[in-house]
């Protein structure tokens, strides 16, 4: 049913995309559909926070033998390769468009993928899943998404081209993670 819904949305947007089209093309009954998910709102928020956490579940971890300022480039260039790919950006200009009609959709999806985000970044930084650790990195891995992320995926969202956003993508990297050293929140090492 996911798959149906994601492809219809991502084809014709939200508001011209129904729950009979998604059920016929999922090959199930209607009564199906509305008992799993009761509404298309609902099955939209479905279909965002599956795609968000299947964001995150194709990035690579950066080999720990690397020191810290390079596996925050590495990871950075990763996120930012999933972030403009079709879909992801076809998601966002979807949320964006329908925020003023479901804002907490919209608050929901930001907020998964900015604290989903940071928290690989997080992890990436404390070398490894030592809660600890992650916690202690998470103000800085904030600020990168900040800096080197939000920017990208808010001109990907309005249409910049993402050959264009893709070619910058590494000296955005950079300049965010010179900034962080420079500031103090990020030792070079």
């Not at 279909?47 to 950066?62: E, G, P």
């Not at 608050?107 to 604290?115: A, D, I, P, V």
Request: with cysteine; charged share 30%; hydrophobic share 45%.
């Amino acid at each position: 049913m996911l798959d149906a819904a994601a492809e219809l949305f991502l084809a014709q947007g939200y508001g011209r995309t129904t729950l009979d089209q998604v059920s016929e093309r999922a090959r199930t009954g209607k009564s199906s559909l509305y008992g799993r998910y009761g509404s298309k709102e609902k099955l939209f928020a479905a279909v965002v926070t599956r795609s968000i956490n299947d964001m995150f579940a194709d990035l690579v971890a950066v080999p720990s033998e690397r020191d810290r300022k390079d596996r925050l480039r590495h990871l950075g260039l990763d996120l930012v390769r999933v972030l403009l790919t079709n879909r992801c950006v076809s998601l966002m200009r979807i949320v964006a468009a329908e925020a003023a009609t479901f804002p907490e959709l919209a608050t929901l999806g930001y907020r998964m993928s900015f604290e989903g985000s940071a928290r690989v970044v997080a992890r990436t930084l404390a070398d490894g899943d030592d809660e600890a650790k992650v916690e202690r990195m998470l103000p800085v891995a904030c600020r990168f998404v900040e800096l080197a992320l939000q920017p990208i995926a808010f001109q990907a969202t309005f249409g910049r081209p993402m050959d264009e956003l893709l070619a910058k993508a590494p000296r955005d990297v950079e300049d965010a993670i010179t900034l962080l050293i420079a500031t103090g929140r990020l030792s070079d090492a």
